[in-house]
């Protein structure tokens, strides 16, 4: 059963920098495009980034400019690097495919990312 597993979240300044991983059990990682997303308490998740399996990347206008999607597919890994966090970041952080997340890959227990003073 493939796996997902989010690092990396943490507590943060306004305006600091945390850099988000998620590594995929398995070795079908490489043809999916992926997706990072956030939820806060009693609100949808959110798509906030995307990857394709070749690397064309998209993200919400909320992020746009301060955050940055990558993958490495020889390590089954994505990454997430936010930059100038705001208290608005505050969520949990999950990865998942980007088609149809959570029906493929099952979703993580997310990673917690607050912005705070």
Do not use: H
């Amino acid at each position: 059963q493939v796996q997902l597993v989010e690092s990396g979240g943490g507590l943060v300044q306004p305006g600091g920098s945390l850099r988000l991983s998620c590594v995929v059990s398995g070795n079908i990682f490489r043809v999916y495009p992926m997706g990072w997303y956030r939820q806060t308490p009693g609100k949808q998740r959110e798509l906030v980034a995307r990857i394709s399996n070749g690397g064309t990347t998209d993200y919400a206008d909320s992020v746009k400019g301060r955050f940055t999607i990558s993958r490495d597919n020889a390590k089954n890994t994505m990454y997430l690097q936010m930059n100038s966090l705001k208290p608005e970041d505050t969520a949990v952080y999950y990865c998942n495919s980007a088609i149809l997340p959570g029906t493929t890959f099952g979703w993580g227990q997310g990673t917690q990312v607050t912005v705070s003073s």
